[in-house]
């Protein structure tokens, strides 16, 4: 088996662009060997910002040889009375390198049985990864030189080889070689003879080419430094990803700033050192943020003075700038900045955001009454909670509004209440992010939201397959967990009309969102239900909404995705085919002929949902017998009308019934 190495190095790369690369040439290749019946073992792409690189084991010398059947013309136009071929014939034989011999007749056609050799995997190989490459999509891609082509960065080398031989091929405008490049500060033109020591000998060139590594090295030299302080870090994924994918040989150094920018909210510095500088902040033991920083930094050498001169030059202008701000923005309580917002639009059409705020406050009041929590706290926390949009941080700082209002709330004296709800009013952040824990922040959170959503689809501009207007896919994403996580007993269809009444512009929207609603909830539950369970037990077309109650929702997926009754699903399907438009006389026992309409009247009459719906189903599947019984011995459609009516006044009772928990024809 052979091992094949290809390597293409670049200008330094977007860092965002760099694990699309990886993805796609990972697809790339296994598609490329798949399709050609080429066996291989495994593709690994490793990426550093100025290369990215595939290897791949395993790999056969060729493709196998195949044995393959073409049919050709019909017998008697591929060859003459005399049993000589034909100009059809032969032009057929001579399109399949095949001789009259080799020919046979069947069914009146015409077959030639073809060997066709395999091609040479390096054959192959220059063929395609040329092509594999050329694939590869990113934004803002460029052009360089005189190339019509256009990449991520210019190229400056690629290096081509399978086992100890050379591949050649051509990438844009640069012909492939054996050789490589280690990191930009240190040896360069290093022979590869094989693919086994490609990553050995980048490493002594100062490069850690494979991420995975590249990215344990990073957090085992933080944690080394860390360590050193008795600290810790709380590094993101995301940062995580990109200061991986910024550096090629990770070297940790810990700097630290002056102890007074710990007197602004602590978010905000962790904003400027991770976000705007990509730093990791530190912590003692207990959450709090210290005045020391680690940054990752693509250097070969021992001498740090200057590196952390500079990274605290920069780190100290961005931090003063929010010294500046804090300071001028908590000289007035933050209520002061209401009557700002009059002045900012929230969307066109859809007031400003004060207006906006005015929303709030009354559908906050509207879910804390329907929750039963009337707390002077929450109506406190929907008039503050986008106050700090007018402030000066915010305006500088747009990722951390709440927390900073929640900070100039604990500036301006207000209680701890109304500063956890105006910072937890935009949770969940993302999808993996919590939720609100104060009932304050859960319960303005969902007004917000809420308004949000409605006003977006009052406007015409609901989400489509590549649009999001104003997020409206997270913010109902953020009400579902809201709600789930924390058992909250709230009609949200109710809560959508009052917030479709409390918009400028009204229109009939409230099938839509609530729909939108119904399809966020089963996308956000498919990785744990069957699709079909979650569709079924949505149920609109048979009366169910879950918009009603997701909580109640969720607990009857749970009970049908367990349902393993045959004759259940046998028999609530059968209702539900007879009675296709709903029976709404009463049923009148007077008409009953057979013994088997009695029982199942009176099995209907005592099947009640009490409120658990495990024992709900137990009853459903108890009656069975009784249901079976009915159709065996009844005819539905009687002669008589009055009788025929009757019972399916009786199926629709049971229909009634099975519709509680579920739309049985969709499982």
């Known amino acids: 088996m052979s091992k094949y190495l290809f390597e293409v190095g670049v200008e330094e790369l977007p860092y965002k662009f760099i694990p699309m690369a990886i993805e796609q040439l990972k697809h790339g290749f296994e598609k490329f060997l798949s399709d050609n019946n080429v066996e291989y073992g495994n593709v690994k792409v490793m990426a550093t910002p100025r290369r990215l690189a595939v290897i791949v084991d395993g790999l056969s010398a060729s493709q196998p040889d195949v044995e393959k059947v073409v049919k050709g013309p019909i017998a008697k136009v591929a060859f003459d009375e005399q049993g000589n071929l034909s100009k059809a014939g032969e032009g057929f034989a001579n399109k399949n390198g095949v001789s009259k011999n080799d020919l046979y007749v069947e069914d009146n056609y015409v077959y030639a049985k073809i060997s066709i050799k395999g091609k040479n995997t390096k054959d192959l190989l220059q063929e395609n990864v040329p092509q594999i490459f050329s694939k590869l999509q990113g934004p803002h891609f460029m052009r360089w030189g005189n190339n019509d082509v256009k990449f991520s960065r210019p190229i400056r080398w690629v290096l081509s080889i399978l086992d100890n031989e050379e591949v050649k091929i051509r990438i844009i405008d640069k012909d492939s070689s054996n050789v490589t490049n280690g990191h930009r500060f240190s040896t360069q033109n290093i022979v590869i003879n094989n693919p086994d020591e490609y990553v050995s000998k980048l490493r002594d060139a100062k490069v850690i080419v494979d991420q995975d590594e590249r990215q344990a090295k990073i957090l085992e030299l933080t944690k080394i430094e860390a360590d050193k302080l008795n600290a810790v870090t709380k590094i993101s994924d995301d940062l995580l990803e990109e200061v991986t994918f910024i550096v090629e040989y990770p070297v940790a150094v810990t700097c630290d700033f002056d102890t007074a920018y710990l007197t602004i909210p602590q978010e905000v510095a962790v904003t400027v050192m991770e976000t705007h500088q990509r730093y990791f902040a530190l912590y003692e033991k207990n959450g709090k943020l210290i005045n020391k920083f680690i940054t990752i930094t693509n250097y070969i050498g021992n001498e740090f003075e200057n590196i952390k001169a500079g990274n605290l030059r920069v780190i100290k202008a961005r931090l003063d700038d929010a010294v500046f701000f804090f ?125 949000t959503i409605c006003a977006v689809f009052a406007a015409g501009k609901k989400p489509t397959g590549s649009s999001d207007p104003l997020g409206v896919r997270r913010a109902a994403l953020g009400i579902i967990k809201t709600i789930l996580e924390h058992n909250l007993k709230l009609d949200l269809s109710k809560i959508i009309d009052e917030a479709i009444a409390l918009l400028p512009v009204q229109a009939d929207i409230k099938a839509d969102v609530e729909e939108f609603f119904v399809q966020r909830l089963i996308i956000f539950l498919n ?104 159709f065996d011995d009844v005819l539905v459609m009687d002669k008589d009308e009055n009788i025929k009516n009757n019972r399916l006044s009786l199926l629709n009772s049971l229909k009634n019934k099975y519709i509680i928990l579920t739309d049985f024809a969709k499982i």
């Open 527 to 630: 990785s744990d239900y069957s699709k079909n369970v979650l569709e079924a037990c949505a149920g609109v077309n048979i009366g169910l909404n879950p918009c009603k109650d997701l909580n109640d929702y969720v607990s009857r997926v749970k009970v049908v995705s367990n349902l393993k009754d045959e004759k259940l699903l046998e028999n609530a399907n059968r209702v539900l085919r007879i009675l296709k438009d709903e029976f709404k006389t009463e049923v009148n026992e007077a008409l009953f002929v057979e013994q088997a309409e009695k029982d199942l009247f009176v099995a209907v009459k005592d099947l009640n949902f009490v409120g658990d719906y495990n024992k709900y189903l137990s009853d459903l599947i108890a009656i069975n017998p009784v249901v079976t019984k009915f």
């Open 327 to 451: 300071n001028e923005d908590t000289k007035k309580p933050l209520e002061s900045y209401v009557e700002n917002l009059k002045g900012m639009t929230f969307q066109k059409g859809m007031g400003s955001v004060y207006d906006k705020t005015q929303r709030i406050i009354k559908l906050s009041e509207k879910i804390s009454s329907a929750l039963g929590v009337n707390k002077p706290s929450i109506k406190r926390t929907a008039e503050l909670c986008k106050a700090d949009l007018a402030t000066n941080l915010v305006f500088e700082f747009t990722e951390l509004q709440g927390f900073i209002g929640a900070d100039y709330a604990r500036v301006s004296g207000e209680e701890q209440g109304v500063q956890d709800g105006i910072r937890e009013h935009y949770f969940p952040l993302n999808a993996d992010s919590e939720t609100a824990k104060s009932i304050e922040g859960q319960v303005v959170g969902i007004a917000d939201k809420i308004d």
